[in-house]
Nanobody, 115 residues
Framework: QVQLVESGGGLVQTGGSLRLSCAAS????????MGWFRQAPSKQRELVAL???????NYADSAKGRFTISSDNAKNTVYLQMNSLKPDDTAVYYC?????????WGQGTQVTVSS
């Protein structure tokens, strides 16, 4: 079992930046992949960015060039640096990992981008 705790969300103006953090309760080397998803009101949850234990990253088209996912193995933490934020980025952002043959989710952190 693993617990994922997100932090760093908040209210920011268009063009601003935020850095989200996801602290895991065990070594993130245990997970093949970790990532960030988001869910806006009345929309399905969607992938934002993934990172593998080898450091390979993948991004949704909407995130490319603006968001950066990274990890710190010593802190068992994954980050999402979000720059040039837009109102369409407003959503609850969830940390995710695949461990013990199941999806594991954090409780989510709200990101609101004002126009």
């Amino acid at each position: 079992q693993v617990q994922l705790v997100e932090s760093g969300g908040g209210l920011v103006q268009t063009g601003g930046s935020l850095r989200l953090s996801c602290a895991a309760s065990r070594s993130i080397r245990s997970f093949t992949k970790m990532g960030w998803f988001r869910q806006a009101p009345s929309k399905q949850r969607e992938l934002v960015a993934l990172i593998t234990t080898g450091g390979t990253t993948n991004y949704a088209d909407s995130a490319k060039g603006r968001f950066t996912i990274s990890s710190d193995n010593a802190k068992n933490t994954v980050y999402l640096q979000m720059n040039s934020l837009k109102p369409d980025d407003t959503a609850v952002y969830y940390c995710w990992c695949y461990y013990t043959a199941k999806n594991n989710w954090g409780q989510g952190t709200q990101v609101t981008v004002s126009s």
